[in-house]
């Protein structure tokens, strides 16, 4: 079993800034995409940045220029800088980690528990 660990969000104000942090730990033989999602109330959850095993990223129109997502391998941990906070970038922020397992060589995705950001004066 895999277990993703999220921790960072929090209240902060228009402007402000936060860095998410979310740590894998288990069974794990490799871990390949990254990414994080987020989900605003009444909202499907949708993607906010990805980062491949190599360090390429890609990032959701609305964040493109605020947030930065990044990795590191050695401690199976992705984060997600976000600088420029907007209202409504409030979310529940979730991580998800694509996992080949140590003992069984299955790979899955695998999600964190979220983390909530509110933006708000």
């Known amino acids: 079993q895999v277990q993703l660990v999220e921790s960072g969000g929090g209240l902060v104000q228009p402007g402000g800034s936060l860095r998410l942090s979310c740590a894998a730990s288990?069974?794990?033989?490799?871990?390949?995409?990254m990414g994080w999602y987020c989900q605003a109330p009444g909202k499907q959850r949708e993607v906010v940045a990805t980062i491949t095993i190599d360090g390429s990223t890609n990032y959701a129109d609305s964040v493109k220029g605020r947030f930065t997502i990044s990795r590191d391998n050695a401690k199976n941990t992705v984060y997600l800088q976000m600088n420029s906070l907007k209202p409504e970038d409030t979310a529940v922020y979730y991580c998800?980690?694509?996992?080949?397992?140590?003992?069984?060589?299955?790979?899955?995705?695998?999600w964190g528990q979220g983390t909530q950001v509110t933006v708000s004066s």
């Open positions: 998800k980690s694509d996992v080949r397992e140590l003992m069984t060589m299955v790979r899955r995705d695998y």
């Open positions: 288990g069974s794990i033989f490799n871990i390949y995409a």
